[in-house]
Nanobody, 123 residues
Framework: QVQLAESGGGLVQIGASMTLSCEAS????????IGWFRQPPGKEREFVAA????????TNVDSVKGRFTISRDNAKHTVELQMDRLEPEDTATYYC????????????????WGQGTQVTVSS
């Protein structure tokens, strides 16, 4: 059974940093690209970043403006999202997802999803 488990969310203040982690199990990890998406309150879910098994990355530059960095540890089956200089607009539920396709910003490319972790940035 494929499972993706996000962790590391919580409440932080403006300008703080936070690292989210996604741990995958039940799949051939190196075959999958892993992506992070987020859904702000009352809004559509949006793509944040994705990474393939050799470290190739794509990022939603418009929304994260170079503040977020995605990385992966193939030995540990984990993908991290390092978020710096957090802003209230970053408040959202963050999801990780797995795709057999190449790194993609499209939700339809991702077959497996985690339950999400809440990030709240307070002013």
């Amino acid at each position: 059974q494929v499972q993706l488990a996000e962790s590391g969310g919580g409440l932080v203040q403006i300008g703080a940093s936070m690292t989210l982690s996604c741990e995958a199990s039940g799949l051939a990890f190196n075959d999958f690209a892993i992506g992070w998406f987020r859904q702000p309150p009352g809004k559509e879910r949006e793509f944040v970043a994705a990474i393939n098994w050799v470290g190739g990355r794509i990022t939603n530059v418009d929304s994260v403006k170079g503040r977020f960095t995605i990385s992966r540890d193939n030995a540990k089956h984990t993908v991290e999202l390092q978020m710096d200089r957090l802003e209230p607009e970053d408040t959202a539920t963050y999801y990780c997802a797995a795709s057999l396709a190449a790194t993609s910003p499209s939700e339809e490319s991702y077959a497996y999803w985690g339950q999400g972790t809440q990030v709240t940035v307070s002013s």
